[in-house]
């Protein structure tokens, strides 16, 4: 095996890591609102098959990877290899501190930062970035928290005099249903990103023609890799979207799930690669919102938008340190991975000081008592 095939393979593993990453940060998307009001137990939830199953369904953000944002001509394995990286370590970041942030503009920020800097800005297509990536980023969320507000008024005005336990019950049976969809959806959308980028790495190399879509195997292999990392678990960013940004009751989470669902399916098929966090963050807000006298943390929502806001740049500038550190040939590229690896290390030994479990996941922390002033003698 030659040089650039074996460089080929570390693509494409690197590729599916992310994958993963991305399944076990996701997971909150399509399962936290579920496992907040008891409609689906923790160990339950995290089952990633229609993950799987939603791959398959389109190909159209994939296509939008391989072809949109980057001149195809320009790409080289090492820049694709340290975008990586750069999405990967931002991933794993976020991971720690809980926050749902957003693995795709993760992706994009570390491919824009690889490419940037190995091949210059006229090989970013900064028109597409901003009409397929800047203009549903900001979008998204915002449609998304509008439709759940209205679905969960409507839900509670049409319920009003239906008894509470009813209630909870019939809209906690509909999670099941409408956290599978949301899963389904997750899917379209979020497994296609890496198939692109796999996709990429193959035209390339000059494996597949210019404006190919992926071949078989590997809508095969990244929709394993994000349900493996699905059936992982995200616990510490369900904690965050379930428990601590507002308070969930079934016909919320059932009216954030749905909104969700709806907002993700119709922008695959236009193939944007949006931010499904960002989607499913604003369906939770804007069920928080529909609800009267409903608690809405808005310190938390704060840390999760300023992590969006530094998510795209913190990956392009780690992504783009990747590729001026992998450009210096085989040495560079071994030096980038062993970094990562160690970084990626660290955060897991740092994430076992306080870890958060199916058993835990539904325990929100009490604050730290602010301490005691003696008054003066």
């Known amino acids: 095996m030659d040089a650039v095939s074996f460089l080929l393979v570390a693509v494409i593993l690197t590729a599916l890591a992310f994958d993963f990453t991305n399944g076990f940060h996701d997971t909150a998307n399509s399962m936290a609102t579920s ?26 953000v994939a296509k939008t990877i391989s072809g949109g944002i980057v ?23 976020t991971w720690l501190l809980g926050l749902p942030s957003s693995s795709s503009h993760a992706l994009f920020g570390g491919l824009i930062g690889a490419v940037w800097v190995g091949a210059g800005g006229s090989a970013v297509r900064f028109g597409a970035i901003i ?3 800047v203009i549903p980023a900001v979008a998204s969320p915002v449609v998304a928290c509008v439709v759940a507000l209205l679905a969960t008024y409507l839900a509670y005005v049409i319920t009003r005099r239906t008894s509470r336990r009813a209630v909870g019950k019939g809209f906690r049976a509909g999670q099941v249903g409408s956290a599978s969809l949301v899963a389904l959806a997750h899917g379209t959308n979020d497994a296609q990103k890496t198939m692109g980028v796999i996709t990429l790495a193959l035209i390339s190399t000059g494996v597949l023609s210019h404006g190919a879509g992926p071949p ?49 399916l119709a ?6 690669a949006l931010s499904t966090t960002q989607v499913c963050t604003g369906s939770i807000l804007g069920a928080g919102l529909g609800r009267k006298l409903a608690h809405v943390r808005w310190g938390v929502a704060g840390r999760i938008a300023v992590s969006w806001l530094l998510t795209l740049p913190a990956a392009a500038a780690v992504g783009g340190v990747a590729a001026w550190v992998a450009d210096q040939g085989d040495l560079g590229v071994a030096l980038v991975a062993v970094v990562a690896i160690a970084a990626a290390a660290a955060f897991y030994v740092l994430s076992r000081r306080h870890p958060v479990s199916p058993e835990n996941v539904n325990e929100v922390p009490a604050p730290e008592p602010a301490p005691t002033v003696k008054p003066a003698a």
């Open 35 to 60: 496992i907040a009001t008891g409609a689906l137990s923790p160990r339950v939830a995290v089952a990633g098959v229609l993950n799987l199953a939603g791959a398959f369904l389109s190909t159209e």
């Open 71 to 93: 001149e195809n001509s320009e790409v080289s394995l090492v820049m694709i290899f340290a975008g990586l990286i750069g999405a990967i370590l931002w991933n794993l970041v």
């Open 131 to 133: 009409e397929k990536i």
């Open 216 to 264: 078989w195997w590997v809508v095969l292999s990244a929709g394993l890799a994000i349900s493996l990392g699905t059936y992982a678990g995200g616990w510490r960013i369900i904690r965050t979207m379930g428990k601590q940004l507002t308070d969930i009751q079934a016909p919320q989470g059932f009216a954030a799930e749905t909104s969700a669902t709806a907002v993700i």
């Open 267 to 272: 922008s695959s098929h236009m193939g944007f």
